[in-house]
């Protein structure tokens, strides 16, 4: 297997996990603003959202690196 196909692979693998991402941050917004309609407490889920955007943020730049590194010319 080629360098150029693994980071491919990578590359649609990270695609998979930063649309996932996105769907986690999501959901994880809808949750805290229930509960804070509720009256809730919401530190919990608060810290939680915070750690999935820093954990999609990673996954998007990862993602962007990959199609930056697949645009070069081969060698």
Not at 12 to 30: I, N, P, W
Not at 38 to 51: K, Y
Request: glycine share 2%; aromatic share 2%.
């Amino acid at each position: 297997m080629t360098d150029r196909v693994m980071l491919q692979d990578h590359l649609e693998m990270t695609e998979r996990h930063v649309a996932l991402g996105e769907r986690h941050v999501s959901q994880q917004r809808a949750r805290l603003e229930a509960l804070r309609r509720n009256g809730e407490p919401i530190d919990a889920a608060r810290t939680l959202l915070q750690r999935f955007e820093e954990l999609h943020a990673l996954h998007v730049e990862d993602r962007d690196r990959l199609v930056r590194t697949l645009s070069e010319p081969e060698p």
